[in-house]
């Protein structure tokens, strides 16, 4: 059964960069015709999906966050990673990872909280 599972720092200070790594198991990520999505939701708020990358490397990226974001997988581990740079406030979100691409979203992590405070 596909598992993904996200982790990295749950504190980061304002303007610094925001890590997050999320590793998948009982598939893989080069697998054709997948995409492995990042969505957060800040408190209070909708959810709201970050950027993608696909089986073949390939990316995307949400035009609100273009500039702040990437995204990078390393296969030999099966993981894809999460880059959020300058970070505020209202970056706050428990942050997702997840397998598909816009309201086709099948497998998710259980989400982990990231607190952007100094």
């Known amino acids: 059964q596909m598992q993904l599972q996200e982790s990295g720092p749950g504190l980061v200070k304002p303007s610094q960069t925001l890590s997050l790594v999320c590793t998948v198991s009982?598939?893989?990520?080069?697998?054709?015709?997948?995409?492995w999505s990042w969505i957060r939701q800040p408190p209070g708020k909708g959810l709201e999906w970050m950027t993608l990358i696909y089986h073949d490397g390939s990316t995307g990226y949400s035009p609100s966050l273009k500039s702040r974001t990437s995204v990078s997988r390393d296969t030999s581990k099966n993981q894809f990673s999460l880059q959020l740079s300058s970070v505020t406030p209202e970056d706050t979100a428990v942050y997702y990872c997840?397998?598909?691409?816009?309201?086709?979203?099948?497998?998710w992590g259980q989400g982990t909280q990231v607190t952007v405070s100094s």
């Open positions: 009982g598939a893989s990520i080069t697998t054709s015709g997948t995409a």
């Open positions: 997840a397998r598909g691409h816009g309201s086709y979203l099948d497998y």
